[in-house]
T-cell receptor, first 113, second 114 residues
Framework: AQSVAQPEDQVNVAEGNPLTVKCTYS??????LFWYVQYPNRGLQFLLK??????LVKGSYGFEAEFNKSQTSFHLKKPSALVSDSALYFC???????????FGTGTRLQVFP | DTGVSQNPRHKITKRGQNVTFRCDPI?????LYWYRQTLGQGPEFLTY????????KSRLLSDRFSAERPKGSFSTLEIQRTEQGDSAMYLC????????????FGEGSRLTVL
């Protein structure tokens, strides 16, 4: 079965510092991987996706993610964090049979001024 | 606004009552998904439609839950005889199956069962 794991419940980082939010995946076949962000009492907003091609994927709001097949990881990164980046971040993988997205448990990012 | 629209945004009900949520997807999207999210957790898949056909239902979807998409456009999710454990955010998303792209989510409908 397809699944993703987000090993950190919370990540704290100072404004201006680089941030990393971790995600590992387990799939059969080629992975389709996604990152979403959720602000309080809001729906999920798409950040970026990996389907095929370059291992470094660039997305919205200055975020990027690195696909690493050997480590089965898809970590979200940003070179310089903003206080406004504070939110809940979800990694997801597409189920190849049904096309639905399977989400991780989420990581709360807190950026301190 | 051409995004996914959900209503009501908030619903407070008493245990045992029925509730219905509506989702209007992006107009050209043929696939529509329902998810449930409880506090501090990731969204859990409930069901999805391709046009008007319901293609998969999660085991989370008890027989008190029913979803429809009668004309392949908007969808409704009904919960009968609500229980306190049904309290959650119900999220709707849509996409075009011809693309390998992402799901587009609505703002969600928050249900509180007293």
């Amino acid at each position: 079965a397809q699944s993703v794991a987000q090993p950190e419940d919370q990540v704290n980082v100072a404004e201006g510092n680089p941030l990393t939010v971790k995600c590992t995946y387990s799939v059969s076949g080629n992975p389709y991987l996604f990152w979403y962000v959720q602000y309080p009492n809001r729906g999920l907003q798409f950040l970026l996706k990996y389907i095929t091609g370059d291992n470094l994927v660039k997305g919205s709001y200055g975020f990027e993610a690195e696909f690493n097949k050997s480590q089965t990881s898809f970590h979200l990164k940003k070179p310089s964090a903003l206080v406004s980046d504070s939110a809940l971040y979800f990694c997801a993988v597409r189920d190849s049979r049904t096309d639905k997205l399977i989400f991780g448990t989420g990581t709360r990012l807190q950026v301190f001024p | 606004d051409t995004g996914v629209s959900q209503n009501p945004r908030h619903k407070i009900t008493k245990r045992g009552q029925n509730v219905t949520f509506r989702c209007d997807p992006i107009s050209e999207h043929n696939r529509l998904y329902w998810y449930r999210q409880t506090l501090g957790q990731g969204p859990e898949f409930l069901t999805y439609f391709q046009n008007e056909a319901q293609l998969e239902k999660s085991r989370l979807l008890s027989d008190r839950f029913s979803a429809e998409r009668p004309k392949g456009s908007f969808s409704t999710l009904e919960i009968q005889r609500t229980e306190q454990g049904d309290s959650a955010m119900y999220l709707c998303a849509s996409r075009d199956s011809r693309n390998t792209g992402e799901l587009f989510f609505g703002e969600g409908s928050r249900l509180t069962v007293l």
